[in-house]
């Protein structure tokens, strides 16, 4: 299958997520009791507020002709206005993604950083003490909710120790990776957990593979073997588990934004829902399904890179 | 020259005979038996916290305030002077609750609709997987933060939430065991045998195909429980006074310079939940495997 | 003349199961022997054996003497030259054998840089030339294709190829057409043969089928249960088997002058790794068992230069066989 068929097809499938998408949050809007006006606007709006609102939003126009504008404005890119804020959604979500892409990234990275030399110690020994210490570490990660690992940190770290700042976002490129370093440290014990029993397992089947033996009985050193055969499988599988697992990375990086005081989409989010700002709630989620997707394509994009059994 | 006689089974090692191989596989493992253990011991501070607890869960105390762990206070005690230890007890009930609501529903409705689906196949099946192709995509936490926040914070509201998207998951899985049953022969002996689907369904496939499910619904307590206290921690699940784990937490995090133990403490009850019921799952998951 | 590779009293054991046990063969420079015999006669065991490619679990004694050398006992650094150097393995199944996400040139290149320090511009060269010689056309180019891009045969004389890279004096060959069709098969063993001839190279090679071993082998060694049954040259084996086991597996083999007659197979299943029955193995099959058949294992005795067996009853059978 050629290449560009299969990315062609991933972008038309982000397509359809985000229509699907918006559909959903058209749908859950309308499904409000009530005026949509008066919920997004709630004890803050007078009678005529609300009228005003209803006719921006083109309320009393029927439903189908409602759900067209709706998809018109998605595509133009105009994701309403923030009514806390009275200003568009999007540039509010151009001012606080910047962050919140940042810290997604650091934590990717330290993530990888923790999981893979973890799991290929694990995998060389498996049923050793290491592999043991390795497991129940990867169990307990699990077992903790990223904001509690974050206030773990906090408190030993911030608090207690004062190595790093407590909270909020630096005033520059090395600030902010200063700042963001516990954060992106928490998201990635979370994150790092999940790859790794992952990793673990396809490691251990990758050295159990008899191209494995093979190479082993050309009399190539242990080094070239592992470095350059299973390291280049292994990475493959690594790539998938990434793709497959980016939910939770996103989904995590919501809390930590909120336990750390960044001022990022995930935070944003939270902030939006306990002020009734629908419009923000429901520009965010569209927003969040697109950066989920646009890591697919990435995943498969650097797939096929890695496989040559794709794409030919 | 006199021959030995060869012994009767001159295996190289007779390490282990074989009955109690046999005896040795049908035993639950060490894992699920410490993970049985835990959730036993949670069920019971849940079913008896009165007994459990030492103290009350909203008795104040004005005269113990913000006090670290001490005998008196094993855990600690909060702003308000409460006994941490028992209001953490006391949140088991809630937090199992969680563990249960949230998968009950989505257990039972998505693993009949995925049996259904999956037998249908067809356009159904499509629509289906375009439905979770879109569940995937956006993140587990965020789409019920959304719900959420069209329905407004609380526990039932988070049950309803909750348990809107998780049946995908249920859902998907049986009908992957039932789409590898279908193929097996005995459900076409059935449809030539004249059974209705309905029939096939519940009678053949599921029964075979049920314990996937099963093992995934007890680590799926755990990722419910874990995403229940993260809404309680962020205010939209578990409403004050109640006492849920994550909450709990959440009144600890102003307080982290002066008194860690008020985060601490619950939050090691949600590892403890989460270990334990995992043990278990992978547990029963082995001991199954090791059966067939 | 001495035997390049002598194979003294190997066992192998996994857990309680003894897979290989005390087996003995030469194999003399330029000869191929086949090791035959049926699943689980330990025929692949033996073979991965000699270059101690087993698992860390098995358990291996015995000796195995290349040019003099013990090969149980060579430190890991010598083993690893001679893996791939003076004795390489071709594997059953080439698709798993080979590393899918590397070119076939590169796999070759990496066992050339290994053992003879080419690289670069020579070493590719040597690949293509490599490539040439196992038969795949349009050498050069086809350096670049990866596994998956070559039909079964190819894929197999490429996995032959890599073996061949550093001029090995021995080629373990296990089971090399087993995953193939009757005609490729045909083209890999002439290959192989061909390349015996003008590498000067001795070939093991293990199967479960007659027919190869008839077309093939200059020598063989039958396994059944994990022991040598008999040895000898191919003409004598198939002309005067002097095992019950030889004769029973000559005969099973469908003749076209058998048409529309019963098919001759050895009655009963070979014994369970786990129980297996003290005296001659074969003995609960045998229709020349005796009761001196069932008490000890009989030892492998020779009959005549280079015929031994392991047959108590090698006269009876040797005349029913005439």
């Given at each position: 299958?050629?290449?560009?068929?299969?990315?062609?097809?991933?972008?038309?499938?982000?397509?359809?997520?985000?229509?699907?998408?918006?559909?959903?949050?058209?749908?859950?809007?309308?499904?409000?009791?009530?005026?949509?006006?008066?919920?997004?606007?709630?004890?803050?709006?007078?009678?005529?507020?609300?009228?005003?609102?209803?006719?921006?939003?083109?309320?009393?126009?029927?439903?189908?002709?409602?759900?067209?504008?709706?998809?018109?404005?998605?595509?133009?890119?105009?994701?309403?206005?923030?009514?806390?804020?009275?200003?568009?959604?999007?540039?509010?979500?151009?001012?606080?993604?910047?962050?919140?892409?940042?810290?997604?990234?650091?934590?990717?990275?330290?993530?990888?950083?923790?999981?893979?030399?973890?799991?290929?110690?694990?995998?060389?020994?498996?049923?050793?003490?290491?592999?043991?210490?390795?497991?129940?570490?990867?169990?307990?990660?699990?077992?903790?909710?990223?904001?509690?690992?974050?206030?773990?940190?906090?408190?030993?770290?911030?608090?207690?120790?004062?190595?790093?700042?407590?909270?909020?976002?630096?005033?520059?490129?090395?600030?902010?990776?200063?700042?963001?370093?516990?954060?992106?440290?928490?998201?990635?014990?979370?994150?790092?957990?999940?790859?790794?029993?992952?990793?673990?397992?396809?490691?251990?089947?990758?050295?159990?593979?008899e191209?494995?033996n093979f190479?082993?009985a050309k009399?190539?050193?242990?080094?070239?073997?592992?470095?350059?055969?299973?390291?280049?499988?292994?990475?493959?599988?690594?790539?998938?588990?990434?793709?497959?697992?980016?939910?939770?990375?996103?989904?995590?990086?919501?809390?930590?934004?909120?336990?750390?005081?960044?001022?990022?989409?995930?935070?944003?989010?939270?902030?939006?829902?306990?002020?009734?700002?629908?419009?923000?709630?429901?520009?965010?989620?569209?927003?969040?399904?697109?950066?989920?997707?646009?890591?697919?394509?990435?995943?498969?994009?650097?797939?096929?890179?890695?496989?040559?059994?794709?794409?030919? | 020259?006199?021959?030995?006689?060869?012994?009767?089974?001159?295996?190289?090692?007779?390490?282990?005979?074989?009955?109690?191989?046999?005896?040795?596989?049908?035993?639950?493992?060490?894992?699920?038996?410490?993970?049985?253990?835990?959730?036993?011991?949670?069920?019971?501070?849940?079913?008896?916290?009165?007994?459990?607890?030492?103290?009350?869960?909203?008795?104040?105390?004005?005269?113990?305030?913000?006090?670290?762990?001490?005998?008196?206070?094993?855990?600690?005690?909060?702003?308000?002077?409460?006994?941490?230890?028992?209001?953490?007890?006391?949140?088991?009930?809630?937090?199992?609750?969680?563990?249960?609501?949230?998968?009950?529903?989505?257990?039972?409705?998505?693993?009949?609709?995925?049996?259904?689906?999956?037998?249908?196949?067809?356009?159904?099946?499509?629509?289906?997987?375009?439905?979770?192709?879109?569940?995937?995509?956006?993140?587990?936490?965020?789409?019920?933060?959304?719900?959420?926040?069209?329905?407004?914070?609380?526990?039932?509201?988070?049950?309803?939430?909750?348990?809107?998207?998780?049946?995908?998951?249920?859902?998907?899985?049986?009908?992957?065991?039932?789409?590898?049953?279908?193929?097996?022969?005995?459900?076409?002996?059935?449809?030539?045998?004249?059974?209705?689907?309905?029939?096939?369904?519940?009678?053949?496939?599921?029964?075979?195909?049920?314990?996937?499910?099963?093992?995934?619904?007890?680590?799926?307590?755990?990722?419910?429980?874990?995403?229940?206290?993260?809404?309680?921690?962020?205010?939209?699940?578990?409403?004050?006074?109640?006492?849920?784990?994550?909450?709990?937490?959440?009144?600890?995090?102003?307080?982290?310079?002066?008194?860690?133990?008020?985060?601490?403490?619950?939050?090691?009850?949600?590892?403890?939940?989460?270990?334990?019921?995992?043990?278990?799952?992978?547990?029963?998951?082995?001991?199954?495997?090791?059966?067939? | 003349?001495?035997?390049l590779l002598?194979v003294?009293?190997?066992?192998?054991?996994?857990?309680?199961?003894?897979?290989?046990?005390?087996?003995?063969f030469?194999v003399?420079?330029g000869e191929v022997l086949g090791l035959v015999g049926?699943?689980?006669s330990?025929k692949s065991m033996t073979l991965r054996a000699i270059l101690?490619l087993?698992?860390?679990?098995?358990?291996?004694?015995?000796?195995?003497?290349?040019?003099?050398?013990?090969?149980?006992?060579?430190?890991?650094?010598?083993?690893?030259?001679?893996r791939g150097?003076e004795i390489a393995i071709v594997f059953q199944e080439p698709?798993t054998a080979l590393?899918?996400?590397?070119?076939?040139?590169?796999?070759?290149?990496?066992?050339?840089?290994?053992?003879?320090?080419?690289?670069?511009?020579?070493?590719?060269?040597?690949?293509?030339?490599?490539?040439?010689l196992v038969g795949?056309?349009?050498?050069?180019?086809?350096?670049?294709?990866?596994?998956?891009?070559?039909?079964g045969g190819?894929r197999q004389r490429a996995m032959i190829a890599i073996a061949l890279a550093?001029?090995p004096k021995l080629l373990l060959a296990d089971e090399p057409t087993t995953a193939l069709?009757?005609?490729i098969q045909d083209q890999i063993l002439k290959l192989l043969l061909r390349l015996r001839a003008e590498l000067?190279m001795s070939v093991i090679l293990v199967t479960h089928d007659l027919g190869i071993v008839a077309e093939t082998c200059d020598r063989v060694a039958?396994l059944?249960?994990?022991?040598?049954?008999?040895?000898?040259?191919v003409?004598?084996?198939?002309?005067?088997?002097?095992?019950?086991?030889?004769?029973?597996?000559?005969?099973?083999?469908?003749?076209?002058?058998?048409?529309?007659?019963?098919?001759?197979?050895?009655?009963?299943?070979?014994?369970?790794?786990?129980?297996?029955?003290?005296?001659?193995?074969?003995?609960?099959?045998?229709?020349?068992?005796?009761?001196?058949?069932?008490?000890?294992?009989?030892?492998?005795?020779?009959?005549?230069?280079?015929?031994?067996?392991?047959?108590?009853?090698?006269?009876?059978?040797?005349?029913?066989?005439?």
């Amino acid at each position: 299958m050629h290449l560009l068929h299969i990315l062609g097809r991933r972008v038309l499938q982000i397509l359809a997520t985000v229509v699907l998408v918006a559909v959903l949050m058209f749908a859950l809007m309308h499904m409000l009791p009530g005026d949509p006006a008066q919920v997004m606007l709630g004890d803050r709006g007078s009678d005529a507020a609300i009228a005003q609102l209803h006719r921006e939003l083109g309320l009393d126009r029927p439903m189908p002709v409602q759900f067209w504008e709706f998809l018109k404005r998605i595509v133009t890119f105009n994701l309403g206005e923030s009514v806390t804020m009275r200003v568009p959604v999007v540039r509010l979500v151009a001012e606080r993604l910047p962050n919140t892409l940042m810290l997604t990234a650091m934590a990717a990275t330290l993530a990888l950083l923790i999981a893979v030399p973890l799991a290929f110690v694990a995998a060389l020994r498996p049923g050793s003490k290491a592999d043991g210490a390795i497991r129940a570490f990867s169990q307990v990660s699990l077992s903790m909710p990223v904001f509690y690992i974050g206030l773990v940190l906090l408190i030993t770290l911030a608090a207690g120790l004062r190595w790093f700042p407590v909270g909020g976002i630096g005033a520059g490129f090395f600030q902010d990776l200063y700042y963001l370093f516990l954060p992106a440290l928490t998201l990635a014990l979370s994150f790092s957990a999940i790859l790794l029993r992952n990793l673990r397992g396809s490691l251990i089947e990758v050295l159990q593979a008899e191209f494995v033996n093979f190479a082993t009985a050309k009399g190539l050193r242990r080094r070239v073997v592992l470095g350059r055969h299973v390291l280049r499988n292994a990475s493959i599988s690594t790539v998938t588990l990434f793709g497959l697992h980016m939910g939770s990375l996103v989904g995590g990086a919501v809390i930590t934004e909120t336990v750390f005081g960044i001022p990022g989409i995930g935070r944003l989010m939270v902030d939006s829902i306990f002020s009734r700002d629908y419009a923000v709630v429901q520009g965010l989620t569209m927003v969040l399904a697109i950066m989920v997707s646009v890591v697919f394509l990435a995943v498969d994009a650097l797939q096929a890179l890695l496989d040559p059994r794709i794409a030919t | 020259m006199s021959e030995a006689v060869a012994p009767a089974i001159p295996r190289a090692d007779a390490r282990e005979p074989i009955a109690a191989t046999a005896q040795r596989r049908a035993r639950p493992g060490r894992g699920m038996i410490a993970g049985a253990i835990i959730i036993l011991v949670l069920i019971a501070c849940a079913v008896f916290p009165d007994a459990a607890a030492p103290y009350q869960p909203n008795a104040f105390d004005y005269r113990a305030l913000l006090k670290p762990p001490s005998l008196a206070h094993p855990f600690g005690t909060d702003n308000f002077g409460r006994d941490v230890l028992s209001r953490t007890i006391w949140a088991t009930q809630i937090d199992l609750q969680i563990a249960i609501f949230g998968t009950l529903f989505p257990a039972i409705f998505g693993t009949f609709a995925g049996a259904l689906i999956g037998y249908a196949g067809g356009i159904v099946d499509t629509l289906f997987r375009r439905l979770v192709d879109l569940f995937i995509t956006i993140p587990f936490l965020v789409l019920v933060i959304a719900i959420v926040a069209v329905l407004g914070p609380g526990l039932l509201n988070m049950y309803i939430a909750v348990s809107a998207i998780n049946w995908i998951f249920y859902a998907r899985l049986m009908r992957a065991e039932v789409i590898a049953q279908k193929r097996r022969d005995y459900s076409d002996a059935g449809r030539v045998m004249g059974y209705g689907a309905a029939r096939i369904i519940f009678r053949h496939l599921l029964p075979n195909a049920i314990t996937p499910s099963i093992i995934y619904w007890m680590t799926d307590m755990a990722l419910v429980i874990l995403l229940g206290s993260s809404l309680g921690y962020l205010g939209l699940g578990a409403q004050p006074p109640t006492s849920e784990w994550g909450v709990l937490i959440a009144d600890g995090k102003n307080f982290m310079t002066t008194a860690w133990w008020m985060s601490i403490f619950p939050g090691m009850a949600i590892v403890l939940a989460g270990i334990g019921f995992s043990l278990l799952g992978d547990g029963v998951a082995i001991w199954l495997g090791r059966r067939k | 003349m001495t035997a390049l590779l002598s194979v003294r009293n190997l066992s192998v054991r996994l857990g309680p199961v003894m897979a290989v046990q005390d087996v003995s063969f030469d194999v003399e420079p330029g000869e191929v022997l086949g090791l035959v015999g049926e699943s689980g006669s330990g025929k692949s065991m033996t073979l991965r054996a000699i270059l101690r490619l087993l698992p860390q679990a098995a358990d291996v004694e015995g000796a195995m003497l290349w040019r003099g050398r013990d090969l149980a006992a060579l430190p890991e650094p010598e083993l690893r030259q001679l893996r791939g150097g003076e004795i390489a393995i071709v594997f059953q199944e080439p698709m798993t054998a080979l590393d899918p996400v590397l070119t076939v040139g590169l796999q070759i290149t990496e066992s050339l840089a290994e053992h003879l320090g080419l690289r670069g511009r020579a070493a590719r060269t040597r690949a293509a030339e490599l490539l040439d010689l196992v038969g795949i056309p349009d050498a050069r180019r086809r350096l670049g294709s990866y596994p998956h891009e070559f039909s079964g045969g190819m894929r197999q004389r490429a996995m032959i190829a890599i073996a061949l890279a550093a001029g090995p004096k021995l080629l373990l060959a296990d089971e090399p057409t087993t995953a193939l069709d009757v005609t490729i098969q045909d083209q890999i063993l002439k290959l192989l043969l061909r390349l015996r001839a003008e590498l000067s190279m001795s070939v093991i090679l293990v199967t479960h089928d007659l027919g190869i071993v008839a077309e093939t082998c200059d020598r063989v060694a039958v396994l059944y249960s994990g022991r040598v049954m008999e040895t000898g040259p191919v003409e004598t084996i198939f002309g005067q088997p002097a095992h019950a086991y030889t004769l029973g597996l000559i005969n099973s083999v469908p003749q076209a002058s058998d048409a529309r007659q019963r098919l001759a197979a050895i009655p009963g299943m070979p014994p369970d790794p786990l129980a297996i029955p003290p005296g001659c193995r074969f003995a609960p099959r045998c229709g020349f068992v005796g009761p001196d058949c069932l008490t000890r294992q009989p030892p492998l005795r020779a009959l005549a230069t280079g015929h031994a067996t392991a047959c108590l009853h090698a006269d009876a059978v040797m005349r029913k066989a005439a």
